[in-house]
């Protein structure tokens, strides 16, 4: 079946502006993750949810950032005045249950100008 | 936020030989150690995993050594080739945590 989607691929935008980020999971996965991936570095984990709720987000960096999951599958992430700092490849995951092995998406790469 | 160690940063291997890549963890609650393969453009995708009841794991051409007592684990890619040419991270996971990567290592493989 299809894997973790994630759209945009790419996105461009100015300091200040608001961005949303989408994750479509592999169908079926009630857990979802969020990374965010600086150029030469690991994924940093922001968020996860199991279901429809935010089962932690302590690695939100500060209140700019929001993600949801309305339906318990797509899921997308908010970032509020966007800063240059915020310029990362955001990665999304996936897997069966919490324990389960996560799939990565593709990512967005975000540049805020 | 790093909480998984990686070493070393670059790798250079010729083809056919061994690449070793280690890992250090602190905390003790972690109970899954993944290892993932991420190419240019792409996301990380899981090459093998090994959890701390066992000491090494193996799969095809690659191998997990994992130390419990002295916190580390490392992969070892046997019969190196330069379609390996990728970076490799190292994880670790609580019981239905997120998980924590290291930093990666860019291995290169040369013909």
């Known amino acids: 079946g299809a894997g973790v989607s994630q759209t945009p691929s790419n996105k461009v935008t100015e300091k200040g502006k608001y961005v949303e980020l989408r994750c479509d999971p592999i169908?079926?996965?009630?857990?979802l993750y969020w990374y965010r991936q600086s150029l030469g570095q690991g994924p940093e984990f922001l968020i996860y949810f199991q279901g429809t709720g935010a089962a932690d987000d302590s690695g939100l960096p500060n209140d700019r950032f929001f993600a949801v999951r309305p339906e318990g599958s797509v899921s997308t992430l908010k970032i509020q005045r966007t800063e240059r700092g915020d310029s990362a490849m955001y990665l999304c995951?996936?897997?069966?249950?919490?324990?389960?092995?996560?799939?990565f998406g593709p990512g967005t790469r975000l540049t805020v100008l | 936020q790093q909480q998984v160690k990686q070493s070393p940063q670059s790798l250079i291997v010729q083809k056919g030989g061994i690449s070793i890549i280690n890992c250090a963890y602190e905390?003790?609650?972690?109970?899954?150690f993944p290892w993932y393969q991420q190419f240019p453009g792409k996301g990380p995708a899981l090459l093998i995993a090994?959890?701390?009841?066992?000491s090494e794991k193996k799969e095809g051409r690659f191998t997990i050594s994992f130390n419990k007592s002295a916190k580390q684990f490392s992969l070892h890619i046997m019969d190196s080739q330069p379609g390996d040419s990728a970076t490799y991270f190292c994880?670790?996971?609580?019981?239905?945590?997120?998980?924590?990567f290291g930093a990666g290592t860019r291995l290169t493989v040369k013909p």
């Open positions: 169908s079926g996965h009630t857990a």
């Open positions: 994880a670790a996971r609580r019981y239905n945590n997120d998980m924590r």
């Open positions: 090994i959890r701390p009841d066992v």
């Open positions: 995951a996936s897997s069966l249950n919490l324990a389960g092995e996560q799939f």
């Open positions: 905390n003790t609650a972690f109970d899954y």
